[in-house]
């Protein structure tokens, strides 16, 4: 079993898919085999996005998501969780990302989020990033491909 929160950053209207969110991120955990993980999902916008870049990346410009890594461990009555971290999506890239990819913005959310728990728990793709019309070489991207073919029937946004 694992766990989800999902929020949305001050002043961001909540899409009408909001619900959708969880889950989908505890099917995507199901797939990955992740048992006792916590995670969480804060939909933004770029402003705020691009304020946690230059923050914690030292670039000034705003990105499509970002994972920050915890790895904190507790124990409730429900059992022992491992708090993997949060991920943060840019409402406002994800319709930019799906044009560029012409991809629809269910596709690219969900890749978005995969991209996001794969980098919680420790993977990495260096230099190499998805691009339209190339196979992804890293294992982490290949790992993500793998996984959205397995969910590509899944719908956050319908």
């Known amino acids: 079993m694992n766990r989800v929160f999902v929020a949305m950053h001050d002043g961001v209207e909540e899409p009408e898919w909001f619900n959708n969110v969880e ?12 048992d006792g993980e916590e995670v969480s999902v804060l939909l933004c916008d770029d402003t705020y996005m691009q304020e946690l870049n ?14 920050f890594e915890n ?4 124990e409730d009555e429900e059992g022992k969780w491992k708090c993997v971290g949060d991920i943060v999506i840019s409402l406002d890239t ?7 990819f012409n991809e629809s913005r269910n596709d690219e959310l969900k890749r978005l989020i995969v991209h996001g728990l794969l980098h919680l728990n420790g993977m990495d793709h260096g230099e190499e990033h998805i691009e339209k019309g190339i196979a992804p070489v890293c294992e982490m991207l290949v790992l993500q ?3 959205l073919e397995k969910l590509k029937d899944e719908k956050i946004i319908k």
Not at 23 to 34: N, T, Y
Not at 54 to 67: E, F, G, M, N, P
Not at 94 to 100: D, F, Q, T, W
């Open 23 to 34: 889950p989908f991120v505890l099917k995507a955990l199901k797939e990955f085999k992740f």
């Open 54 to 67: 230059k923050a914690y990346r030292q670039i000034d410009s705003t990105t499509d998501v970002l994972s």
């Open 71 to 74: 790895d904190e461990e507790y």
């Open 94 to 100: 994800l319709p930019v990302n799906a044009e560029y």
């Open 145 to 147: 491909e793998k996984v």
